[in-house]
């Protein structure tokens, strides 16, 4: 009886078991995926999404894509030795600088078609969501543009319905000027869903959207204006080109848009003026990262010991000081750039090495022939004898004797013994330059400072720095709006904006923009103000002006110190500035610096910008998988 | 274990056996198709790299065309199979007018390919350098030549420069010369009389010989159009 107990007990068990229904029993929930409709029902989980459609948003020189990104131009020399090409390619191929990453552009609809559809979220919060959503979609459209000129505009998630026939997928290139409308139609409709709150940096705001609307307004009315001056570079169904006549309109957006963020009614921005030493205070720009900093406007953030760092500091650090065996120098400002600092009284001048009469200046410290320059040129660049970190930095070439030999080695252990003694000493920098080229120690007589992170350890491949790429800054808007109201004939008003940007530098003798003078005073403004953040490229070829700055000709020593503040002014080979120290014992000059402009030995490339290159070759893959893609112009 | 040694040898076999066919049954491009830029017969010389072509083959699927450059003299060699190809060049390349098509697009020479080819690209120059004569004179490198302009019509372009090259070796172009002298297309007073002269350029390793050769530079075109080639020795 027990046992019959036992077993009706145990049948009824798998009967009650039974009654759940297979489809319940199979469909277990997974535990390891968020399905979309929970992860649109939290803030905290859309933050996440987010964070990820941030992180892949595309700089054109970014901190953790490489130094290699801030490298080309002729602004500086790759001191690395797998990476001389930049300064040995004689031209830059068709395909360069292109981006089409359209599975980004999906995934962002994707992202406001699901923010759109959610219903458990907070008003407010969705629409800040969607706001952000929308300006990063604007912002990677505006980067696509700048490249590639008219792209497919697509901003609904495209569905493949398994006919076999994609057709209806296929969409041709918009205008250029289509996209550009959309970025500005975009941020008009997005900013009052933004917060305006100067310490947010990281997030969109509405001063980002802002920036972002005034600059790319003002890529569009230089296209258009400046564009009539290559007929060639136009394609005649609008996907590469502007007409001449929408320049006004364009202009007028970029100023209003710029001037809405100087007016404070996006919060309250201002340039970034702390410490008293001007170049100090420029290079605390890009460091600073505290809510005193109310010149940054959006940054990619980067936060050590939490798992997003880069390697620039790594990469770039000075080699006496750096604190990895064989990580450093990469980057060295070429004496091209460091020659168009102005000097204190707005005037352009070479370095002087030379006196009237053709004989060598001698400098009693080695930092003379860089006084009384914009305090930019000591912010953006690490000057011959600089203080980094520890120390000063060692940066000469050897020993100029007095038979105008030069006495050196290839590192700064491997000595030597001066004419007349015996005694062995050091016979050249430990910071470089060698006659040899030795790589990772400068090869141009400078470092770069700009990003360059003093915290300790920051040099490590392992902790790596957090410094933040600064997007979009406050001194950018002014310069946009100085251009924008040039470009429009009111030169009073560019005046006053671009005046505000260089007295911050020390350039305190007002300039007056003309119309003879605006173009090549912006165009010099935005060089030193701007330099490798990432802009040199698209403003030469908004302006159209990057065939003759790249002419593919030799650069020679005449070229380098003549024309200095022309818009036009050719930058094909990156030039470098050499110490020497002087050994003529008895002589009044014994000891003293002389300094000569030396082409590096591994410069043997110039640089040469085809018509071709102004805008980056869309590849036959995408033209064979939509042939309604229509071909960049001559290519 | 005691080894078998006839596996070994059965394995052996197998795999020298295998080994033996044909795994690969593509067979390699085969055909030769070449030719040269023309103008009524006389070849133009180009700067080396940097004129492109496209090769698209008809009825083939996809839109990707074979690409290449054509040589500094002119020529152009591509290995492929038989099939009907449409050459073209893309449009703002070379110092020359392509035949545009009514509706907008370039047009294309159509080469129906069977065996090896020599088709000749014949091409309108906006000028032709004619009769140039290169030697060296004392110190220098000296060379006379004249200019003939071919297209006279509203689409004519200015002759921004015309230069003398010299290197070392026998690529000369802007991009690879030891010496070089410009002379402004507006100083030009005689087109069918032009000298232009430039020092012998010193190498590490003296040399009797350089070669040469003259390019113009049109206001508006990329690309530079050259004389042949001339090997100088002194």
Redesign the interface.
Known sequence: MKKILGIMGFAVLLSTGSCKKDSDFLNVPPKSVITTQTAFSDPALVLSVIGDLYNRQKDFSSLDDGWTTFADFAESFPSDNGSYYFVQN?NWDYGTWGIWDYGYIRDLNLFIDNLNASTQLLAADKSRFLAEGRFLRANYYFEMVKRMGGVPLITKTLTYDNSGNVVGLQIPRAKESDIYDFVISEAEAIKGSLPSDPSEKSRATQAAALAMEARAALYAGSIAKYGATTP?VSL?GGEVGIPASMATGYYTKALTAAQAIINGSAGAYKLYKVLPDLSDNFAAIFLDKSSVNQESIWVEDFKALAGKTHGFTTSDQPYSVSDEASDAGRLDPSLNLVESFEKLDNTFAPIPTKDGSGNPIYYADQQDPFAGRDARLAGTVMLPHSFFKTAFIDIWGGYLLADGSILSSDDATHLAALPGTTTLVQVVGKDGPTPTGEPLRTQSGFYIRKYIDPTTGSGRRGRGSDVNFIRYRYAEVLLNAAEASAELGDYATATTYINQVRSRAGLTTAIVLTGANYFDRIVHERRAELSFEGHTLFDMKRWRIATKVWD??TQSLADLTSNLGSATKRNTQPWGLYPYKYYNPGNANNGKWVFKEVLPTNVTG?L?F???NYYSQIN??I??AN?KIV?Q??? | MKIKFHYIIILAAMLAGSSCSKLDNVKPPSTTLKGQLMYKGTPIGVEYNQVPFRLYQTGYGGNSPITGTFDQDGNYSVLTFNGNYKFTIPGGQGPFQWKELPSGGRDTVAIALNGNQTVNIEVTPYYMIANSAITASGNNIAATFGIQKIITDATAKNIQTVSLFVNKTQFVSPADHAAEVDLDGSAITDMSNISLSVAKPTFPITQNYVYARVGIRISGVEDMIFSPLVKVSY
């Open positions: 004689r060639q005649t593919g000709n110039v040469t085809r018509l071709g036959d893959g033209i064979t042939p071909r112009p001559n290519q």
